[in-house]
């Protein structure tokens, strides 16, 4: 979440994803670090668990948000 927040604010478009038991955190660290419009995406929790062909749906998924997010950028 910081390296994507870090990343916009050099001009490097970013998607940065967590999962939904985090999304309060990372709007509270867009919060902290003067992002607090910042966009991100949120994915079902958890993911540690997740075989790497289950990973690989869930990222097959949200693929098309990340490619929305990165086109359409955070201004």
Same mark, same amino acid.
């Given at each position: ?13 970013? #998607? ?6 985090? +999304? ?5 660290? =867009?919060?902290?670090w003067g992002s607090p419009y910042y966009k991100f995406l949120v994915t079902r929790h958890p993911i #540690? ?6 990973? +690989? ?5 949200? =693929? ?12």
């Amino acid at each position: 979440m910081l390296d994507g927040i870090l990343l916009e604010k050099a001009g490097v478009p970013s #998607a940065s994803i967590v999962t939904e038991l985090f +999304d309060v955190t990372g709007r509270a660290m =867009a919060e902290q670090w003067g992002s607090p419009y910042y966009k991100f995406l949120v994915t079902r929790h958890p993911i #540690a668990n997740l075989t790497e062909s289950e990973l +690989d749906q869930r990222a097959h998924e949200i =693929a098309p948000d990340v490619v929305k997010l990165l086109l359409q950028g955070q201004g």
